[in-house]
């Protein structure tokens, strides 16, 4: 099994759009999203192409592929528009052995960990900073950034995860970062 995962498109269409493309050619089994898709927040500028009724458009045409969860900036006036579920804070994700607990990162994050069993991942987004980072009992923090509005000079991105390794890449598909598992 292979994962896709964005996070943080804040309703900007070109950003969505080159997630979504990635993900067709990816041959990824699933697009993960990891919350905060159609609006931007009040700490955060606009994105550079906002058009969150685009971003609708685009994600629900693809919503068979998705598995999403809650992010801070996501509410249920968004679940009206969106043809699939985002208000969970979390799920459990499985490939191979590793398991991964996938959530936005503003209410489970390293400082406020879910529970994990040793040798589980943390994947989430929320702080625009891609990472990967060992924590806790053999545990692996996972943060694909942002796909619009990345921070501390980290490009705009997203990771795909299989059994043996996570890789980081641009939103063009170019690779940056790779942690064997």
């Known amino acids: 099994m292979k994962i896709m995962a964005a996070s943080d498109i804040h309703g900007d269409y070109d950003s969505a759009k080159a997630i979504i493309d990635a993900?067709?050619?990816?041959?990824?089994?699933r697009l993960i999203?990891?919350?905060d898709l159609l609006y931007h927040g009040p700490r955060n500028d606009l994105p550079p192409t906002y058009a969150p009724k685009k971003v609708i458009e685009l994600l629900n045409s693809v919503k068979d592929?998705?598995?999403?969860?809650?992010?801070?900036?996501?509410?249920?006036v968004d679940a009206m528009v969106l043809e699939f579920p985002i208000l969970a804070d979390y799920a459990w994700i499985c490939i191979g052995n590793a398991r991964i607990f996938a959530t936005h990162g503003h209410k489970f994050n390293t400082q406020t960990p879910p529970p994990l069993k040793k040798g589980d991942m943390l994947l989430h987004g929320h702080t625009h900073v891609s990472c990967a980072i060992p924590f806790g009992n053999e545990n692996l923090y996972i943060n694909p950034g942002s796909a619009s509005i990345p921070k501390e000079n980290t490009p705009r991105g997203y990771i795909i995860i299989d059994e043996n390794e996570v890789s980081f890449k641009t939103l063009d598909?170019?690779?940056y970062k790779n942690i064997s598992l």
């Open 173 to 175: 598909g170019s690779e």
């Open 65 to 76: 592929e998705l598995l999403c969860v809650r992010g801070n900036c996501d509410t249920e």
């Open 23 to 29: 993900y067709k050619t990816s041959g990824a089994d």
């Open 33 to 35: 999203l990891l919350g």
